[in-house]
């Protein structure tokens, strides 16, 4: 198949071009013009698949279910928003609950489905601090162990490829290392750690940090916090939540600014209420939570903040519009940063020869016109 725009995201800027695929592969980068073509999309950008590597759900569908229509649904509908790939992302819960969720991810994997590729498990928590926990249910939040994480390793046939968790009760960071020898990606999420202690978790391999700002020591001049770590560790990544509600624009625009192009990660954080109506109630890890007009999940008890239902091409406009950061640091965070993070840039996470042919079309309001998983229309 040939594609064509005047406006295709190749090496940091947007060219006139064709693309050409065969097999679910992008196979030839063609000059604009120079043949014809299946579909021209004139002046509209088509950058590359939207990467979301911490999402809980949609649709009424939450990973802890460990429903496999659930899941199919899920990977099927989600091309709407320009995702391609994604982690299947766990809340704390008990071991028997946690270890059927990814299983179910694991058979569903196996078995084939529509649509978005899951690219794997995101395990968030239940290694987690008990202050800054969020919306995980406390109950369920043990210290981490080698043996528990390998029984759930074992029940997602090696799936687990992120995993959340609070490096300071990781003691001589056992885990930490152990994930890090296995491929696993350590990130620091819903944790009390220190600066300090956040440098010494780097040193033994924790190479992410889960929705900055939100569930992690605040920055302060003297007490530099997660967040300062976050700003500091030039070669960390930081998952951000870019809904304008978890972190204003303005913080949005700060950490941007500060990191620079290739670290940052946009995420979603989104749970099943994504693509519910404005009120909707749901239990998420034994708590129930609403969603507000804003599109925010909340606690019905505390009113804390407890997800989002962010659609990432939305994210990707409130990055470059109300945000204002740069579209190439935007673009980065939800393409190329997602991809090395978690080891798929070989195929994934950019525009050219040899990658797998996940495209977006986008219209200039940042709606998607057309998503391509692997060279096949989804819309």
């Known amino acids: 198949m040939l594609i064509q725009s005047k406006k295709i995201w190749i090496a940091d800027q947007f060219i006139a071009a064709i693309i050409a695929t065969e097999n679910g ?3 030839d980068i063609l000059p604009y013009g120079s043949k014809p073509v299946d579909v021209d999309y004139g002046d509209k950008r088509i950058v590359p698949g939207f990467l979301d590597i911490h999402c809980h759900g949609a649709f009424e569908f939450d990973t802890n279910d460990a429903n496999e229509e659930g899941l199919r649904n899920w990977t099927k509908n989600i091309v ?9 992302t766990t809340i704390t819960q008990s071991e028997e609950v946690l270890t059927k969720a990814v299983a179910n991810v694991a058979k569903v994997m196996e078995d084939g489905y529509e649509g978005a590729e899951i690219l794997g498990i995101h395990f968030e928590g239940p290694y987690l601090d008990m202050v800054y926990k969020g919306a995980q249910p406390e109950q369920y939040i043990v210290k981490p162990t080698v043996e528990q994480f390998e029984r759930y390793q074992a029940a997602a046939k090696g799936h687990i490829v992120y995993l959340t968790m609070a490096t300071e009760t990781d003691e001589d960071f056992a885990l930490t290392r152990y994930l890090t020898e296995h491929g696993v990606v350590v990130s620091i999420g819903h944790s009390a750690a220190t600066y300090e202690q956040a440098v010494m978790a780097y040193a033994h391999g924790a190479r992410s940090m889960t929705h900055v700002y939100n569930g992690m020591t605040p920055f302060n001049h003297r007490a530099n916090g997660l967040v300062g770590a976050a700003y500091r560790i030039r070669t960390m990544y930081g998952e951000i939540i ?13 950490y941007f600014m500060s990191k620079g192009p290739d670290y940052c990660i946009m995420i979603s954080d989104a749970l099943m209420a994504k693509g519910t109506p404005v009120g909707s109630k749901f239990i998420f890890g034994g708590n129930e939570i609403v969603i507000y007009p804003d599109g925010s999940a909340h606690l019905t008890s505390t009113g804390g903040l407890a997800g989002s239902t962010l659609r990432i091409n939305q994210g990707l406009r409130i990055l470059v519009e109300e945000a204002m950061v740069p579209f190439n640091y935007a673009i980065n965070s939800c393409t190329i940063n997602p991809a090395r993070c978690i080891g798929v840039d070989d195929r994934k996470g950019a525009i050219g020869v040899g990658k797998d042919a996940d495209l977006v079309v986008l219209d200039t309001d940042y709606s998607v016109i057309q998503t391509y998983c692997m060279g096949e229309a989804k819309l």
């Open 25 to 27: 592969k992008i196979t």
């Open 80 to 88: 709407s928003e320009g995702v391609t790939g994604f982690l299947a």
């Open 242 to 254: 870019c809904d304008g509600n978890h972190s204003t624009p303005a913080a949005l625009n700060n």
